[in-house]
């Protein structure tokens, strides 16, 4: 629960989403910095005209796989599903993933 309230907390602030993700144990951010590496790759301009998938629509489907909010009230859970489709932007946008390019 801690770990998604940093990642709710940082949904505003490129440079904050970064660093949280930073943190993460090195298998764990290595599997992330591959599926970021994807969705950087199918978001880019390039590609949008074939398969309409922008960062936005990107970011929209991928966020619930990558954060999952522990409240239970369907008014929190409404609440912040746009600060982390926010965060999952910021990193697909942000977030350099030329060390598991060789993956």
């Given at each position: 629960?801690?770990?998604?309230?940093?990642?709710?907390?940082?949904?505003?602030?490129?440079?904050?989403?970064?660093?949280?993700?930073?943190?993460?144990?090195?298998?764990?951010?290595?599997?992330?910095?591959?599926?970021?590496?994807?969705?950087?790759?199918?978001?880019?301009?390039?590609?949008?005209?074939?398969?309409?998938?922008?960062?936005?629509?990107?970011?929209?489907v991928?966020?619930?796989?990558?954060?999952?909010?522990?409240?239970?009230?369907?008014?929190?859970?409404?609440?912040?599903?746009?600060?982390?489709?926010?965060?999952?932007?910021?990193?697909?946008l942000?977030?350099?993933?030329?060390?598991?390019?060789?993956?």
């Open positions: 629960e801690e770990f998604y309230d940093r990642c709710i907390a940082a949904s505003d602030n490129s440079d904050a989403a970064v660093a949280v993700i930073d943190e993460l144990p090195e298998l764990n951010r290595t599997i992330l910095l591959f599926i970021l590496r994807f969705l950087q790759v199918m978001g880019h301009p390039d590609n949008q005209k074939l398969t309409k998938m922008t960062y936005d629509n990107l970011a929209m991928w966020a619930p796989n990558f954060l999952r909010c522990p409240s239970e009230d369907p008014m929190i859970i409404f609440q912040n599903t746009k600060r982390e489709m926010s965060f999952v932007r910021h990193l697909v942000r977030k350099n993933t030329e060390e598991v390019a060789h993956l």
